[in-house]
């Protein structure tokens, strides 16, 4: 069956339906202006500080679009004890643009391993399967592509580091004219596999996809012509590359790395003077 995801122009909050007592995910400012959002195919970022909401949101418009929670797709769905999703998407309408795309999936770098770990069930399920229909039939199945390949690029996912893994889910996975969300995809990758991914994105983007990416990296902010919204205390604004905190503050501490330590650690030794 041919999976089809709608292209996102934004999001509504249905505010009657908004918990009158700021809880979260309500009481984050990037919530109660989600409608700032203008959405379009091609490359959008969210930055901002830590906890600002940027994963909070991307994950309520991943499970609006029908994608498993922790990371995966439509079709690649697990479930973990650990993990519970905010029920921000309960409270939001989904706003489209024309068009669907039969490809999608929500890359969270947190549920990497649970991720790799269902892929690698999944093919050994699908070899048992095989073996026993050879036992029974005498037949070899043919025709199956075992997940590893088109997630791992030929490898187990475990069998991978991490850095490498995500790289490799980044390039076999997302095929091209799909609705890709990604959350803080860096994490996992060294500067180089961090260039290595704007071409993946560039890939993308000019296969006519949609591709939201949560991130703080200097490096994947740069890719040109992409909007970026900055989340914070205030809410949600369109900024420009270089007013990102990102490319500021890496920049500040680059070009001035031995007054910026000096700053930054002076203040311990105070600290341990004073005790
Ligand atoms: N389940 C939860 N219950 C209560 N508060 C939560 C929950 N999940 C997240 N928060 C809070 O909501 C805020 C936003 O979290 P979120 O993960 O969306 O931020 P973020 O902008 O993605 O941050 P980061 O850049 O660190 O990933 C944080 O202050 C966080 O502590």
Do not use: C
């Amino acid at each position: 069956m041919k999976t089809s995801i709608p292209f996102v122009r934004g999001v509504r909050l249905r505010r009657d339906s908004v918990p009158r007592s700021a809880v979260y995910p309500f009481s984050l400012a990037a919530v109660q202006q989600v409608e700032r959002l203008r959405l379009e195919r091609g490359i959008t970022f969210f930055a901002g500080e830590n906890g600002t909401g940027k994963s909070t949101v991307l994950e309520a418009i991943a499970i609006l679009l029908g994608f498993n929670p922790e990371g995966g797709s439509t079709d690649l769905r697990f479930e973990t004890v650990a993990r519970s999703s905010s029920s921000l998407h309960e409270h939001l309408e989904l706003l489209t643009l024309d068009g669907s795309a039969d490809d999608g999936f929500f890359v969270r770098t947190e549920g990497l391993f649970n991720l790799a770990t269902e892929v690698d069930r999944q093919d050994e399920e699908m070899e048992e399967i095989a073996r026993e229909a050879k036992r029974w039939s005498g037949v070899t199945m043919t025709g199956y592509r075992p997940l590893s390949n088109r997630y791992g690029g030929g490898r187990s996912l475990h069998q991978q580091s991490h850095g490498e893994a995500m790289l490799a889910l980044l390039s076999n996975r997302l095929g091209g004219g799909g609705v890709y969300l990604l959350d803080e995809p860096e994490t996992a990758l060294s500067p180089l596999r961090q260039m290595a991914l704007l071409s993946v994105m560039h890939r993308l983007a000019r296969s006519g996809s949609q591709v939201i990416i949560a991130t703080h990296s200097p490096i994947l902010l740069a890719y040109p012509g992409a909007r970026i919204y900055r989340f914070d205390e205030d809410g949600i604004d369109e900024t420009e590359y270089e007013e990102t905190d990102a490319y500021r503050v890496t920049r500040d501490f680059l070009d001035h790395r031995e007054r910026s330590l000096r700053t930054l650690l002076a203040a311990d030794e105070v600290g341990e003077d004073d005790r």
